[in-house]
């Protein structure tokens, strides 16, 4: 069912850090800082060879990650990212043995404009795992 690792997201406390860390000191290619107001986030891309690091900063009051980085000061990695064929059929085959998808249920639009669903961490390895339709 799974195919490509399409991201592994970092939460950091500094996103213009982290995306310079990426940057200048460890040489890759980084995207822009994009506000994602939908999710509560701002997002860089750092390219890889074979895959993306996705630095996850706060946006607003009410980020989804302020929880994490209240737990981990200095940043961690908070999820990876699964690539799926057709996300509806991953969903029922999922639910069908039991794996809790977060929220409704219902795809949400992601930061790269696909659809995308979370994996309860407790049904999942202890590991936030969102899939993205590829
Ligand atoms: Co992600």
Do not use: W
């Amino acid at each position: 069912m799974i195919g490509r690792l399409n991201h592994v997201a970092i939460a950091v406390p500094d996103l213009e850090a982290a995306r310079a860390f990426y940057r200048d000191v460890l040489g890759a290619e980084v995207s822009e800082i994009v506000p994602q107001p939908e999710h509560g986030v701002r997002t860089v891309f750092v390219e890889l060879a074979n895959t993306k690091i996705e630095l996850l900063g706060t946006l607003g009051d009410a980020s989804p990650i302020a929880g994490f980085l209240e737990r981990h000061p200095s940043g961690g990695i908070h999820h990876i990212c699964l690539e799926v064929e057709d996300i509806a059929a991953a969903r029922e085959r999922l639910r069908a043995r039991g794996i809790r998808v977060l929220g409704e249920g219902e795809p949400k639009i992601g930061a790269h404009g696909k659809p995308v669903l979370f994996l309860h961490p407790k049904d999942a390895l202890g590991t936030l795992v969102e899939l993205e339709q590829a």
